[in-house]
């Protein structure tokens, strides 16, 4: 392999101040210190903010808009701070910035919707850089988020990633991209793989906010936020016009990305279009079952089924460590033009869209019953996301108003879910178009020295469309030539139509009260409405007519801040938060295993009070650091599965089920079933060892409550970390990450089926509880390594071996075995 020249070219612009000169213009070139690198996109302005200017693909930029003698701060994200003096004696000034390592002035964009300083805020951020993303493989928007110590990501089938934090899991965890959040009215409470939507190609920055976060945010950030930053046009660099390709390609899944991107840079507008296309094939398993289970997760028998080609047996797979039915395809689209108005007013256009072919649920295709695949097809439609969003950004300057963002967006949903049996000719559909219209307003000032208030405004409506249907099929051979007329079944969400309406308005005051103490107060108030209607007949519930709900919700954060010494801080904090019921949780008809979810029509919030303590320490010199992080957390009036009798269904003689879809299934539904705890640790440590050699670490522990009467919480996984030694050296890094996790016990998974007990290795299919039928979750580890060179200034390559030794596992209530050894290679040339 020939070594690439190593560029630091990281995430966002961010506040620079610069340099002057008078006669002759003088000139300042800006590298990374390590590697001599040029840094592109540095902004520089003066100290009271009206002149600006930035670094240029070559790192360089000219001072001339500047005064002499002036005094500038040169700022950028991952670099300490520097200052210098506009000396026009010098025709030219190189300044080199140094990395560090968790800096306590590192500014965070998410928490209260507003900038912050890291040594002002108590809420545990993680921060996923553009410079970490563009030197790690990357497949996924979802597959983005294990780059964070302590998220997990959980997955059913190829196309999928749930990220999971603090044991909260799907609609418990808010997902936000450019300040619009994406939870909608449907996002449910068991897995979700709307984050793989997002392009990791366009993303700049990524912030993971853990524990209760609904000050800024509302309703359901309970285990945390996590918010997308995509890539926005530049003003005024020196190269107007820029285009970067990239691709990447998986040996494991024989996958292919490949992404094409270009912007323009003029002095009052700019523009940035990017598209991608990503081809994932087949995932091969590892095939070292180091876990002692010989058979686990082979995938012995497969179905050919498709939408349109039809078999009527199951077939013999002859490479059975080849998860057949787990490849898809996937087109992103993003647009943005960004326009400088007067008075350094800024306006965004943001535009994005995401399609996807069907994605087939590997994990209920590999569902077994009476020992045959019970399902011939049960896919996920194409899967499209639009986002449709303008953002103005103002600078009035005034006391209670110095800068302000107002936020609008439109975004709509298609998804659909198509399912049938072996030994039927019956295609069910269920197909969902959600509608979300939502306006934001974020202000902050700072009113003295000491004291610094954000508020704003947040109003969202979602309008769920839900119809399902079941069409015969016409087959000839193995050709579908045609679909039946349409007949109604049971939709999954109220067939006549549902919304949700969401109106609050939020406050957050920051008083540094001393030098060593920051205090934080916040608060949101919120009212929430839900509306849903049925009107079919071919309903579960024969009972249900509508459902509404109406509910207020006032949601604090109080929190403190201590810096004993440059080298500590302390962080405590009380919050608490809520999720509102959706149409999701209150409205599902759906069948999963043998036992059918059904609506209820009584469901009501619960809320989350958490309590935070923990420290973070640093080396004198700052390139040490060592973090640890405790909370506990009590869930009130906790929403779960249940038993659940529908008293109006006469199908079948026993009250406890139904007949659905030809079979007779036991009936659950959500409940709010009394107050549950969640606890647990966070450990992240960073030691640099010599100007080279840097030694990455983290533990993740959560725990939760055993109730007798309601079983094990949910999505609690067990203790699992990383650790990873990198190597870098002027234009090559190499790195050694080793992923583990350990096992769990059956006895603690939850009896609602979050958890995916039955995806566990069988070890007595006699026994009569599931929890003696299956062993549990095994311990696994994955040791990978990976490499980074930089060939010139416009070409970068990245190379890796994954699961260097072939382990066979599956990540924690996941549907589908990782990928076993794989070989990526990465390829990024700028035009």
Request: aromatic share 12%; glycine share 8%.
């Amino acid at each position: 392999m020939c070594c690439m020249k190593y560029l630091k070219c990281t995430s966002a612009i961010f506040f620079l101040l610069g340099s002057l000169s008078v006669g002759q213009a003088q000139a300042l070139r800006v590298f990374d210190a390590d590697t001599n690198t040029p840094l592109e996109s540095v902004a520089i302005f003066s100290e009271d903010r009206k002149r600006s200017t930035l670094t240029g693909p070559e790192g360089n930029a000219s001072l001339s808009i500047f005064l002499p003698n002036e005094l500038v701060t040169v700022q950028y994200f991952g670099y300490e701070t520097q200052q210098l003096t506009v000396d026009f004696s010098k025709t030219t000034t190189d300044l080199f910035l140094v990395l560090e390592a968790q800096n306590l002035d590192e500014v965070i964009l998410s928490v209260a919707r507003s900038q912050s300083k890291r040594n002002e805020i108590a809420e545990k951020v993680a921060v996923i850089s553009s410079e970490t993303i563009r030197k790690n493989p990357m497949s996924t928007g979802a597959d983005l988020l294990a780059l964070t110590p302590g998220v997990r990501i959980q997955k059913s089938q190829g196309g999928g990633g749930s990220p999971v934090l603090r044991g909260f899991e799907a609609n418990r965890v808010l997902l936000v991209v450019d300040g619009v959040r994406m939870n909608n009215a449907i996002y449910r409470s068991g897995h979700l793989q709307n984050a793989i939507t997002l392009d990791p190609n366009t993303i700049e920055r990524v912030e993971v906010m853990f524990g209760s976060s609904s000050v800024g945010y509302g309703s359901d950030a309970l285990g945390g936020v996590i918010h997308y930053y995509t890539k926005s046009p530049v003003l005024n660099r020196s190269k107007k016009w820029r285009t970067r390709v990239s691709s990447e390609f998986n040996s494991a899944t024989q996958s292919g990305l490949y992404h094409a991107s270009a912007d323009i840079s003029k002095e009052k507008w700019g523009s940035l279009t990017s598209f991608s296309f990503s081809q994932f094939g087949d995932i091969r398993m590892g095939a070292n079952r180091t876990h002692g289970y010989k058979d686990w997760g082979l995938s012995n028998y497969y179905s050919e089924n498709t939408s349109h080609y039809f078999k009527e047996e199951q077939t013999l797979n002859p490479h059975p460590n080849i998860q057949r039915n787990t490849g898809y395809s996937q087109y992103d689209f993003l647009q943005k033009f960004l326009v400088q108005l007067r008075g350094n007013h800024q306006l965004l256009f943001n535009l994005q869209y995401s399609t996807s072919s069907n994605i087939n649920r590997f994990d209920k295709l590999n569902e077994n019953k009476e020992g045959m695949l019970r399902f011939s097809e049960w896919y996920y439609g194409p899967q499209k996301r639009l986002l449709v969003s303008s953002q103005y950004k103002f600078f009035p300057e005034k006391k209670w108003l110095q800068k302000g963002t107002l936020t609008a967006a439109y975004q709509n949903v298609l998804e659909s879910r198509n399912k049938r049996k072996f030994g039927s000719l019956t295609r069910s559909s269920q197909e969902e178009t959600v509608q979300v219209l939502s306006l934001n307003g974020d202000f902050s000032a700072q009113l003295t020295p000491k004291h610094q208030v954000n508020y704003g405004f947040e109003g969202v409506y979602n309008n769920v469309y839900s119809r399902g249907y079941s069409q015969l099929l016409n087959v000839s051979g193995n050709d579908i030539n045609s679909l039946g007329i349409p007949l109604a079944i049971a939709s999954r969400y109220p067939s006549d139509g549902s919304d949700t309406q969401t109106y609050a308005i939020y406050g957050n005051w920051i008083w540094k009260y001393a030098p060593k103490w920051t205090f934080n107060l916040g608060y949101r108030l919120t009212h929430y409405q839900l509306s849903a209607r049925w009107k079919e007949t071919a309903l579960i519930d024969g009972l249900l007519d509508s459902v509404s709900l109406s509910q207020e919700a006032l949601t604090w954060t109080l929190a403190a801040v201590h810096r004993p010494s440059e080298q500590w801080q302390w962080n405590v904090l009380l919050s608490n938060g809520f999720k509102a019921p959706n149409i999701d949780d209150i409205g599902k008809i759906r069948e999963n295993s043998g036992v059918l979810v059904v609506p209820n029509a009584f469901l009501r919030p619960e809320y989350a009070y958490n309590f935070d303590l923990g420290f973070t320490v640093f080396s004198k010199d700052k390139r040490n650091q060592l973090s640890l992080r405790n909370y506990i957390t009590l869930i009130s009036r906790h929403i779960v599965r249940s038993n659940y009798i529908v008293f109006s269904d006469v199908t079948t003689p026993d009250q406890n089920t139904v007949r659905y879809d030809g079979e007779e299934l036991p009936t659950v539904t959500n409940k709010n079933l009394g107050d549950r705890w969640v606890y647990g640790s966070a450990l992240d440590t960073k030691f640099k060892l010599n100007s080279s050699l840097e030694l990455i670490g983290n533990l993740t522990f959560t725990g939760a409550d055993h109730n007798t009467n309601y079983g094990p919480m949910p999505s609690i996984s067990p203790l699992f970390g990383s650790f990873a030694l990198s190597y870098s050296k002027a234009r090559f890094q190499i790195r050694s990450q080793l992923q583990f996790s350990t096992s769990k016990d059956p006895s603690n998974f939850s009896l609602g089926g979050e958890d995916g007990l039955e995806e566990t290795p069988l070890i007595d299919p006699y026994a009569t509880l599931l929890t003696a039928q299956h062993a549990g979750a095994p311990a696994w580890s994955d040791l990978s390594i990976l490499t980074n060179y930089q060939w010139s200034e416009k070409v970068n390559l990245k190379a890796g071996l994954e699961n260097l030794f072939d382990i066979h596992y599956r990540t924690f209530a996941s549907g589908v075995s990782a990928p076993g050894r794989s070989f990526r290679l990465g390829l990024q040339v700028q035009l």
